[in-house]
Each structure stands twice: as C-alpha cells, then as structure tokens.
C-alpha cells in the first residue's frame, strides 16, 4: 500500500476550480452541481493533490476537467472499472465518480451494479436528468413513460429505471438523493457520502434545460417544493408540507401513508431511520403523487470495503514470505516445442 503524506493547509472554494473553460448549455444544473462541490471539498478537509475525478462519457463527465485534482475522463460506461482500478492500487487516494443515468444505468450498468455490491470506498455521484443531453435528446434509461424523443416519437413505452432503488438492490450501504438547486443541503449530503467508508451512491436530479426541461419541476418549482419534497434525517419525523403532513407506517400492510398532522401530534409519524433497509426501500419506492419525493440521505449502513478487504488478504498471505520470480517462472512443467515437419518441409 503507498502512503500519502496528508496535506493540512486550507483551501478555498475557487482552488478546487481548474482554469478550463466551463462548457455546458447556459442554464445547465451540472454548474450548479458543480459549485456544490467546488463548495463542499474544504469542509471536508482533503487534499487536491490526494484527490481523483473519474468521469465516463456524457455531459456529467466532462466534470474532471473543471476540477483542480486528478482526473480521467474515460469511456462509455467504464468509470467504475477504472475507480476501482485507482482505488485497489491506492486506497489512500479520495476517488469520486461522475456520471449520468444514461452512462452509468445504461452501457455502465452492469459495471455500476457490482460496484456497488463490491462496496469501493468511493464517492458516485448520478447526475439524473432523465434523457441522454450528449447525443441530443434521445431517451434513456429513466426518461417517464411517454417522454417524446427522437428515438420515441410517439412516447417511450419504457418502463424506467429507479436509481436509488438499483442501487438499494445492487448492495449499496449508501444511498442519498438530492436537487441540482438544493444548495442549502446538497453539501449537506456530500459530506455525509464523503463520511461514508463504503460505496456512497448519490442521485442528483439535473434540469437538462435544453432537451428535458423542468421535468422536474412538479416537486423542485419553489411553490411545488414544500407539497411534494421530503427531506429526511436520521431519528426526526418524516415530516413535510412545512409540517402540516407526514409518512405513517401501515404495518398491516406494510407500507407507507400520509397523514395529516392536528395540533402538532406526530405520534403517529414515522421517524427516520437510515440503518433500515426495508424503510429505504419503502421511500425509495413511494409514486410520486401520491406521496413526495423522499430526498436526503435514504440508508446508511457501513460494511468493510471492497480495497480494505483486498489488501488485508493479500498481507496475510504474504506475510513472512519473500517473492522470487525466477523461482515462480521456472516452476512446473515445461514443455520442448518443435516445428512440425510435412513433406514439403
């Protein structure tokens, strides 16, 4: 394992920001995503120099080059067998993924899935915006059923992928969601997924303002927010519309309901608990209409990780051994190949 001398200095916002040009549509949620960022990784204390992007392909994964770290921007679909490459030759590196649901719930999905059952100690950030913005408004693996693109016309028949619920069936022990505009908690959660020792997977809801715009809106508009959000927190109530609703357990069924809140009394509310699988799953899985969107941090439950696990093995089977490569290379069977010989030979 190489050890990294950590760095204490202090940074600022703006030196976690590259001198590249930023070159996404004006309006774009991934500028927003972004200076979350560029925002967060003082607080969190890292070190530029000890810090990776990895990145696939898509209008997310450009996100490398606006960042003062290292960085690879890679292929379609690929950046968790890169991260995990980086990660099991130095864990002691801070390894972030960017990617998008169709780069990574698409031509990546079967890389992203045993990511996250393999539990890398990294960082993923989904930038979720329901359509593939890169190759120009095609729909994608989250795109809603009727999303008029150019490869559905007359509406996607699809029924889409749910990414925090993937994640929750794929293994992951972290699973937290967030908005492009939620400036106030999106550091909020990447610190937690930074905290995190263990796969953190975080969906971001992205406006893509050019081919999918405000396909969001019914729950990220600033009148819809408070009707149709619900921001958890571990041991609070599941509470929102400014508190006059919340989540109810219906245990004979088991299943989710929402209640009226009367004088105050949450005694009947719920309250958050993220070690619970079966909770998440629950909130992950609630149709939005007829409950809000559960936003946060949904399930957390650390495990050892996937690099820990690897190097601990390989110590203990090397322990008190000494490596000879000629040894290893002249072991075994060897064989005397010899050049057939024909009539014309």
Same mark, same amino acid.
């Given at each position: 394992?190489?050890?990294?001398?950590?760095?204490?200095?202090?940074? !600022?916002?703006?030196?976690?920001?590259?001198?590249?040009?930023?070159?996404?549509?004006?309006?774009?949620?991934?500028?927003?995503? #972004?200076?979350?960022?560029?925002?967060? $990784?003082?607080?969190?204390?890292?070190?530029?120099?000890?810090?990776?992007?990895?990145?696939?392909?898509?209008?997310?994964?450009?996100?490398?080059?606006? $960042?003062?770290?290292?960085?690879?921007?890679?292929?379609?679909?690929?950046?968790?067998?890169? %991260?995990?490459?980086?990660?099991?030759?130095?864990?002691?590196? =801070?390894?972030?993924?960017?990617?998008?649901?169709?780069?990574?719930?698409?031509?990546?999905?079967?890389?992203? #899935?045993?990511?996250?059952?393999?539990?890398?100690?990294?960082?993923?950030?989904?930038?979720?915006?329901?359509?593939?913005?890169?190759? &120009?408004?095609?729909?994608?693996?989250?795109?809603?059923?009727?999303?008029?693109?150019?490869?559905?016309?007359?509406?996607?028949?699809?029924?889409?992928?749910?990414?925090?619920?993937? %994640?929750?069936?794929?293994?992951?022990?972290?699973?937290?969601?967030?908005?492009?505009?939620?400036?106030?908690?999106?550091?909020?959660?990447?610190?937690?997924?930074?905290?995190?020792?263990?796969?953190?997977?975080?969906?971001?809801?992205?406006?893509?303002?050019?081919?999918?715009?405000?396909?969001?809106? !019914?729950?990220?508009?600033?009148?819809?927010?408070?009707?149709?959000?619900?921001?958890?927190?571990?041991? &609070?109530?599941? #509470?929102? %519309?400014?508190?006059? &609703?919340?989540?109810?357990? =219906?245990?004979?069924?088991?299943?989710?309901?929402?209640?009226?809140?009367?004088?105050?009394?949450?005694?009947?509310?719920?309250?958050?608990?993220?070690?619970?699988? #079966?909770?998440?799953?629950?909130?992950?899985? $609630?149709?939005?209409?007829?409950?809000?969107?559960?936003?946060?941090?949904?399930?957390?439950?650390? %495990?050892?990780?996937?690099?820990?696990?690897?190097?601990?093995?390989?110590?203990?089977?090397?322990?008190?051994?000494?490596?000879?490569?000629?040894?290893?290379?002249?072991?075994?069977?060897?064989? =005397?190949?010899?050049?057939?010989?024909?009539?014309?030979?």
């Amino acid at each position: 394992m190489n050890a990294i001398t950590p760095i204490t200095a202090a940074t !600022k916002p703006d030196d976690w920001a590259s001198d590249q040009e930023v070159r996404w549509c004006p309006g774009c949620g991934d500028y927003a995503i #972004l200076k979350a960022v560029q925002r967060t $990784m003082p607080d969190i204390g890292t070190a530029r120099e000890n810090t990776v992007f990895v990145s696939g392909i898509g209008c997310s994964s450009r996100f490398p080059y606006y $960042m003062e770290t290292y960085g690879f921007h890679t292929i379609h679909g690929r950046a968790p067998a890169i %991260a995990t490459g980086i990660k099991l030759a130095n864990p002691d590196l =801070d390894v972030w993924i960017v990617t998008g649901d169709g780069d990574g719930l698409s031509i990546g999905g079967n890389h992203m #899935l045993h990511l996250l059952r393999r539990n890398l100690d990294v960082q993923l950030l989904l930038f979720n915006n329901e359509i593939y913005g890169l190759t &120009k408004g095609q729909y994608s693996p989250t795109s809603q059923v009727g999303t008029k693109s150019p490869t559905t016309p007359f509406g996607s028949v699809d029924r889409p992928l749910a990414p925090c619920a993937f %994640a929750m069936g794929a293994g992951a022990r972290f699973v937290a969601r967030t908005i492009d505009t939620a400036q106030k908690n999106m550091p909020e959660v990447l610190k937690r997924a930074h905290a995190h020792k263990g796969t953190s997977f975080v969906e971001i809801f992205q406006n893509c303002v050019v081919y999918n715009d405000d396909v969001f809106a !019914k729950f990220t508009a600033k009148k819809e927010a408070p009707a149709n959000q619900i921001w958890v927190e571990h041991g &609070k109530p599941l #509470l929102f %519309a400014n508190g006059s &609703k919340g989540l109810r357990l =219906d245990r004979e069924h088991v299943r989710l309901s929402v209640i009226d809140i009367v004088d105050g009394d949450v005694s009947q509310v719920l309250m958050h608990d993220e070690t619970n699988h #079966l909770l998440a799953q629950l909130l992950v899985e $609630m149709p939005f209409g007829e409950f809000p969107k559960a936003l946060g941090v949904l399930y957390c439950d650390p %495990a050892p990780s996937f690099e820990a696990e690897v190097h601990i093995q390989n110590e203990r089977i090397t322990a008190g051994r000494s490596g000879d490569l000629g040894a290893l290379l002249s072991k075994g069977q060897g064989w =005397d190949v010899k050049p057939a010989r024909g009539p014309n030979l």
